[in-house]
T-cell receptor
Framework: GQNIDQPTEMTATEGAIVQINCTYQTSGFNGLFWYQQHAGEAPTFLSYNVLDGLEEKGRFSSFLSRSKGYSYLLLKELQMKDSASYLCAAMDSNYQLIWGAGTKLIIKP | DTAVSQTPKYLVTQMGNDKSIKCEQNLGHDTMYWYKQDSKKFLKIMFSYNNKELIINETVPNRFSPKSPDKAHLNLHINSLELGDSAVYFC????????????????FGPGTRLLVL
């Protein structure tokens, strides 16, 4: 079956760095998406990886290892507004997104 | 301008009623989706339309019927509402997507919070 695993909740301190991990098992693979979802709001696109390696975009970076079925989202210089859920989603061979349940990130001052 | 909009934002109704949720996108996208996000926060695809044609129809009860009058609109009608239908329903759109060979970012509407009493 198809499955996405990510931690349910993480806590970090303002100004610090946090890494949110995601492992995936899908029928075929056409890339890995990360979305941010603030409480009560819609998911918004953060990043897309299809090749192995690290993609950096400002304070946020995303890494992919296709051979390990593994990705992480790295958030630097954490701000209070980064408190949100972070959703990992893998695109399968039918170009359909398979979603994880999200990691709720709590930022403390 | 709101890219993907949904109405209503909140919907409280009684079991057994019939209700509709509307979605519109002004991004010029070809593909639109309906997702259900339950209390455990999993996003589950329900339907996908490309240029008004149904391309993804996951295993959902036939009480749920999508309708796409044009490629900018995808409405969701739900008959005989049940308690288990309570969830947040998100509409999304992408430029292509849902077809072989197309990887496209999906853009989400604000969600409709449905509560069935």
């Amino acid at each position: 079956g198809q499955n996405i695993d990510q931690p349910t909740e993480m806590t970090a301190t303002e100004g610090a760095i946090v890494q949110i991990n995601c492992t995936y098992q899908t029928s075929g693979f056409n890339g890995l998406f990360w979305y941010q979802q603030h409480a009560g709001e819609a998911p918004t696109f953060l990043s897309y990886n299809v090749l192995d390696g690290l993609e950096e975009k400002g304070r946020f970076s995303s890494f992919l290892s296709r051979s390990k079925g593994y990705s992480y989202l790295l958030l630097k210089e954490l701000q209070m507004k980064d408190s949100a859920s972070y959703l990992c989603a893998a695109m399968d061979s039918n170009y359909q997104l398979i979603w994880g349940a999200g990691t709720k990130l709590i930022i403390k001052p | 301008d709101t890219a993907v909009s949904q109405t209503p934002k909140y919907l409280v109704t009684q079991m057994g009623n019939d209700k509709s949720i509307k979605c519109e996108q002004n991004l010029g996208h070809d593909t639109m989706y309906w997702y259900k996000q339950d209390s455990k926060k999993f996003l589950k695809i329900m339907f996908s339309y490309n240029n008004k044609e149904l391309i993804i129809n996951e295993t959902v009860p036939n009480r749920f019927s999508p309708k796409s009058p044009d490629k900018a609109h995808l409405n969701l009608h739900i008959n005989s509402l049940e308690l288990g239908d309570s969830a947040v329903y998100f509409c999304a759109s992408s430029q292509g997507g849902g077809l072989a060979g197309e990887v496209e970012t999906q853009y989400f509407g604000p969600g409709t919070r449905l509560l069935v009493l």
